[in-house]
Nanobody, 124 residues
């Protein structure tokens, strides 16, 4: 059974940076696309970014494009989200998810495994 554990969240001032990590166990990630999603208080969960199984294709939500970078290290079975120039509206619980297919999907129901989430708070 695949397990995903996110880490790297925390409290950061506006304009700051954080790097989230998503470590997978129980299953090699190299044939699975991976995505980051977030849910802010009172809002629905939304897609943030996704990366294909070998890292050759990435996509980003318009709200984070140019500020966030998704990457992966399949040798370490880990996916990352580098978040720069953080804004208060980036405050949310961030979830990692894995889809047992090579390419990304914009549909959350097509992701097979989800982590527990890590809190990111952007505030002065």
């Amino acid at each position: 059974q695949l397990q995903l554990v996110e880490s790297g969240g925390g409290l950061v001032q506006p304009g700051g940076s954080l790097r989230l990590s998503c470590a997978a166990s129980g299953f090699p990630l190299d044939s699975s696309a991976a995505g980051w999603f977030r849910q802010a208080p009172g809002k629905e969960r939304e897609g943030v970014s996704c990366i294909s199984s070998r890292g050759g294709s990435t996509n980003y939500a318009a709200s984070v494009k140019g500020r966030f970078t998704i990457s992966r290290d399949n040798a370490k079975n880990t996916v990352y989200l580098q978040m720069n120039s953080l804004k208060p509206e980036d405050t949310a619980i961030y979830y990692c998810a894995v889809r047992r297919y090579y390419y990304c999907s914009g549909r959350q129901q097509e992701y097979d495994y989800w982590g527990q989430g890590t809190q990111v708070t952007v505030s002065s």
